[in-house]
């Protein structure tokens, strides 16, 4: 293992706030002495300390969005609480990237504040890393922070990895990635990952300055995290992290203890799937009915940003915007953003404990019923069946169902041998509720 004290790093900017805006540099013009003390919060929020004198005397300052900001405390680092997730374009009909809009986005998120952009090898089969390539070469590189990623899955050995890594730079077209991340690690791709060489290689690439900061994205439970976490000196991580996902049992989420112990190692955490995939943006009206008596006019979205940027050691949110309205109501939500009350924070707790009590069956995804000998996957037969229980998103589920999930996975083929019950640690009734959901799914 390393030492943090082995690591170099390269120099960053040094202005103590992030690269800004056309919108916020306006800001700045306005505001007669732009010192560090105009920019007061718990938060690193930008905003001028006097609300009254720059509503009275400064009325374009009352007009522009004020992206919430959060300092690393290291290299001057400052990113935007909100990043842009590259992994959900919006798409042609062929599946390609629609990219005169998705281009629009980007320009309209970067523009509003956003400076953190996260892609990867992988997304969108592929095309997002050369797309947001052409994209970023018309951008200042000190204006903005990229972050990719690294497909462990994909490597047979270092040279795959080199390989990877070097055309990653020939796509994104830069000099140097602000935050490499070593993709979707759970314990045993991770000890893989070492044993190739690849851990120790990477960290020779930051020394050379052509990673700036280097991390890690997880899922695994809080073990298997635990155990990757306190391996290297790494400047930050990446989780899955919402107020639904937040049970250390389930196989691929660390949940509260996982954000826990980031705070412990003081490791900074990114946010993945704040929005559980969009299915919190959706939610049944008498579930949310404890947030709508709060705030009526803030979207379901809002509530779920508003949870996991309340946290202290969150310094990016990503979010995966494929359409204006996304866009929209992001911006909305961290400009000038606010922390949770206690008597908010209690509401989506309450909202939890509801969705929760929906569940049809309390399958953690442990896959300790894996493999069946007939092919069925259970856990997700069950994670398909429980996402209709709790949000009851009928149109999305029966599609997922018919043109997603693949029939020879189904829980059609149980043929009820039992070995699944024998060895499920919650001592759930399998066998039956296989054969009551694929009626139910079926049935949509």
């Keep these: 293992m390393r030492s943090a ?32 003390e105009h920019f007061q919060s718990s938060f690193s929020m930008l905003y001028c300390s006097q609300q009254e004198e720059r509503q009275s005397l400064y009325p374009l300052c009352r007009k522009k969005r004020a992206m919430e900001y959060r300092n690393w405390n290291k290299n001057d680092l400052c990113t935007s609480l909100l990043g842009y997730g590259c992994m959900r ?35 969108h089969n592929g095309q997002s890393e050369p797309f947001v390539g052409r994209v970023i070469a018309k951008w200042e590189r000190s204006s903005f922070y990229l972050a990719t990623k690294m497909p462990l899955w994909t490597c047979k050995s270092l040279d795959d ?87 250390d049992r389930a196989e691929e989420i660390s949940g509260d ?20 995939g ?31 940027g309340s946290r202290k050691n969150v310094h990016v949110i990503l979010s995966g915007m494929s359409a204006e309205d996304q866009l929209s109501d992001n911006l909305a939500t961290f400009d000038h953003f606010e922390p949770l009350s206690p008597a908010e924070n209690a509401a989506v707790e309450n909202v939890a404990d509801e969705l929760h009590r929906r569940i049809k069956i309390g399958c953690t995804g442990c896959r300790y019923c894996m493999p069946c000998p007939m092919g069925v996957d259970i856990p997700d037969n069950f994670s398909i069946w429980n996402k209709l229980g709790m949000f009851g998103q009928k149109d999305a589920v029966k599609t997922q169902w018919t043109e997603r999930f693949p029939d020879s996975e189904k829980a059609l083929h149980c043929v009820r041998c039992g070995k699944c019950e024998a060895v499920c640690p919650q001592k759930l009734p399998i066998r039956d509720s296989l054969a009551k959901l694929q009626s139910e799914l079926d049935a949509l």
């Design 161 to 247: 990895a080199k390989r990877i890594f070097e055309e990653q730079f020939q796509r994104l077209g830069v000099d140097y990635i602000d935050f490499y991340l070593l993709h979707s690690l759970h314990k045993t791709r991770y000890q893989h990952a070492k044993e190739m060489g690849v851990v120790d290689w990477l960290w020779e690439q930051k020394v050379a300055g052509r990673i700036r900061n280097f991390g890690f994205s997880c899922h695994d439970n809080s073990a298997g995290f635990e155990y990757i976490l306190k391996d290297q000196p790494w400047d930050f991580c990446q989780l899955q992290y919402n107020y639904l996902d937040r049970d």
């Design 278 to 308: 969009g299915t919190l943006a959706s939610l049944p009206a008498d579930a949310a009915a404890p947030l709508h008596a709060l705030r009526p006019d803030a979207t379901d979205a809002s509530w779920a940003l508003r949870w996991v």
């Design 89 to 123: 374009f919006p798409t042609n009909a062929d599946g390609s990237i629609d990219e005169p809009r998705a281009e629009a986005l980007l320009n309209t998120a970067k523009a509003a504040g956003i400076n953190y952009f996260d892609t990867a090898y992988p997304y």
């Design 5 to 36: 004290g082995q690591q170099h790093q390269p120099a960053e900017r040094t202005c103590p706030f992030p690269t800004l805006s056309p919108l916020q540099n306006n800001f700045l013009m306005f505001c007669p002495k732009p010192r560090k």
């Design 257 to 276: 203890r996982g954000y826990q112990l980031t705070e412990e190692c003081g490791v900074p955490l990114i946010i993945m799937e704040p929005v559980k």
